[in-house]
């Protein structure tokens, strides 16, 4: 069974970092993409970051270029997200998300409030 908990929100203030992670089980973790997401309120849930299954290979929305990271260890099945310069824009509920057999696989996301 595939499971994503993601852990690490809280509440910051801008120009603050914060680190998330999403640990996974129930499958090969070094041969699947990893992507963070996140949902603010009102608004739809969006693509933060990508990453491929070695880890070479990212890709950022426009809004947190340069700012966040994303990277994974596949030895501890353990993506990770950290977020640096952040926005009271960045409040929101952060996601990781895999597709393996053509199903997306989401956790339950963490809470990242940024006050201004």
């Known amino acids: 069974q595939v499971q994503l908990e993601e852990s690490g929100g809280g509440l910051v203030q801008a120009g603050d970092s914060l680190s998330l992670s999403c640990t996974a089980s129930?499958?090969?973790?070094?041969?699947?993409?990893m992507a963070w997401y996140r949902q603010a309120p009102g608004r739809e849930r969006e693509v933060v970051a990508r990453?491929?299954?070695?880890?070479?290979?990212?890709s950022y929305a426009d809004s947190v270029k340069g700012r966040f990271i994303i990277s994974r260890d596949n030895a501890k099945n353990t993506a990770y997200l950290q977020m640096n310069s952040l926005e009271h824009e960045d409040t929101a509920v952060y996601y990781c998300?895999?597709?393996?057999?053509?199903?997306?696989?989401w956790g339950n996301g963490t809470l990242v409030t940024v006050s201004s």
């Open positions: 990453i491929n299954s070695a880890g070479n290979i990212v």
């Open positions: 998300r895999t597709r393996k057999w053509g199903i997306d696989y």
């Open positions: 129930g499958f090969t973790f070094s041969t699947i993409d």
